[in-house]
């Protein structure tokens, strides 16, 4: 039975801590990888675009940043179903885990559309439908690392915060319609992301930043999501074997 | 089913009463608020006829915000909600009631004062009309997501603001569609289509969020 894989097994924090722990380096490393292939091609080689100048370049950051903040924020809502419908431990931990590199991603998401959008449109900020929605998801993570941060039981926060991930996601398409509707209504057709056919190399470059970023995101959330189990399992035997395990390396 | 809603609805409502400086707190809250704006963007009626429906409806879901955590901390506090909880109705339904009392005494006053301040945006007729009705079925819609954060943030420090944080970004469609309405009449499009959106948002709430608020209740009383 024992020598069976059984995806239950990872459930447990203590099987799942040294898991996590030897995935991490394979993922940052293809991380790194990912990241200086995307970044030749999209500095380097993608040619430089007829409208835009060299300014475009910054897509290959952008793009990655905007695809991770809101995927990230749908695997956390999965985490927090998953959570509260089988009551499993390491959901919660999970997203919580993903939370702070899903508001990472949408910062720099809106970071970088600012800097792209002042030599672009002239505005570091415009109330199109897609800006507005970004700054709303941004504030969706903010409420949510701050629910969980307010409540000191952490069963109580993975449930409450799960609970307004699943709120959250429900909403997220009626803010996005909502938005998208009142800014047609408000100021007719405003700027257009002018899609023209891109170039082969710059897409490939943009794929490679965003798997760059995807196994980034994996790799930074086992990191946290390690910390988190020692934290909260610091009572078991086992925290106190892999620290002391740790404490006697290091002698 | 329909008598457990009207008797929390009717034991809320003499709550209310008995503590009438609550629900006039919330609207003077109001009524300063939407009094300011002039005073910081001067009194150019061009200018203030534009931002009346925005600004209205701003100082609506502030208003709203202002009384949620309320809405079951004395309850809490006293052990009347663990009864609630184990009462043999659904906890849903007592919650349904909860927000519909929570709508009568602070969503139909802002809707019933919303004109007079209108007014003072020099609003015409038909915008007063439109933004009193935007209000009046719109403001349920608050009452019923604003209880989700409520309960989510039962009994947490901070709750007041941490309430704010949650549930101001979920407000954003309703402050949409109901400044909408009132703009779109303005401009002789024709608000119904918004009033029809905003009605969709009540309803959806009124339906959804009387759950998803019983389960928040039960994960804050475990």
């Known amino acids: 039975m024992k020598d069976r894989f059984n995806l239950y097994r990872f ?19 293809v991380s790194v990888v990912f990241g200086l292939a995307g970044l030749w ?10 409208q835009q100048g060299e300014g475009y370049r910054i897509i290959f950051i952008h793009v990655p940043a905007s695809w991770m903040s809101m995927f990230i924020y749908l695997v956390m809502a999965g985490w927090a179903a998953i959570g509260l419908a089988f009551n499993t431990r390491l959901s919660g931990m999970m997203a919580q885990a993903l939370a702070p590199t899903g508001a990472l991603m949408a910062f720099l998401s809106l970071l970088t559309g600012a800097l792209w959008g002042k030599p672009m449109w002239g505005a570091w900020w415009v109330w199109d439908a897609r800006l507005t929605s970004e700054l709303i998801l941004l504030f969706l993570y903010i409420g949510y690392m701050a629910l969980t941060a307010a409540i000191d039981d952490p069963r109580r926060a993975d449930k409450a915060g799960g609970l307004l991930l699943l709120v959250g996601v429900v909403n997220i398409p ?6 998208k509707w009142w800014n047609t209504l408000h100021q007719g057709s405003s700027v257009n992301l002018a899609k023209s056919s891109m170039a082969t190399t710059m897409l490939w470059g943009m794929l490679l930043m965003a798997m760059c970023f995807w196994m980034y995101s994996i790799a930074v959330a086992l990191m946290r999501v390690r910390t988190i189990m020692l934290e909260r399992e610091r009572h078991t035997d086992w925290v106190k074997a892999e620290l002391l395990g740790k404490a006697g390396e290091e002698k | 089913m329909l008598k457990i809603i009207t008797a929390v609805i009717g034991r809320d409502l003499k709550l209310a009463m008995r503590r009438q400086a609550d629900i006039v707190s919330a609207l003077f809250f109001f009524v300063i608020v939407v009094s300011l704006f002039p005073l910081g963007v001067g009194p150019e009626p061009d200018l203030l006829r534009k931002l009346a429906p925005g600004v209205l409806w701003v100082a609506a879901l502030l208003a709203t915000m202002l009384s949620l955590p309320r809405l079951f901390a ?3 506090r006293d052990g009347t909600l ?3 909880a ?9 919650v349904t009631g909860k927000v519909i009392a929570h709508w009568l005494v602070s969503g139909l006053p802002l809707a019933l004062i919303a004109p007079v301040l209108g007014i003072q945006f020099d609003l015409s007729a038909d915008a007063l009309l439109v933004l009193t009705f935007a209000i009046l079925i719109g403001t349920p819609a608050l009452s019923g997501i604003g209880a989700i954060g409520a309960a989510l943030t039962l009994g ?4 007041g603001v941490l309430l704010s944080l949650l549930v101001l970004p979920l407000y954003i469609p309703v402050l949409i569609f109901g400044a909408g309405a009132v703009d779109a009449t303005v401009t002789g499009l024709g608000g119904e289509g918004h009033l029809s959106l905003l009605a969709a948002l009540t309803f959806a709430s009124l339906g959804f969020a009387p759950w998803a608020s019983a389960a928040a209740l039960k994960i804050a009383l475990e």
């Open chain 1, 11 to 29: 459930a447990s924090p203590a099987t799942f801590y040294p898991f996590a722990g030897t995935l991490i380096p394979y993922f940052v490393a």
């Open chain 1, 41 to 50: 091609l999209g500095m380097l080689v993608a040619p430089t675009d007829f």
């Open chain 1, 174 to 179: 009626i803010i996005y319609f909502s938005v």
């Open chain 2, 74 to 76: 004395d309850d809490h």
């Open chain 2, 82 to 84: 663990e009864q609630l």
């Open chain 2, 86 to 94: 184990l009462a043999p109705h659904p906890l849903g339904l007592v």
């Open chain 2, 156 to 159: 947490l420090r901070g709750g």
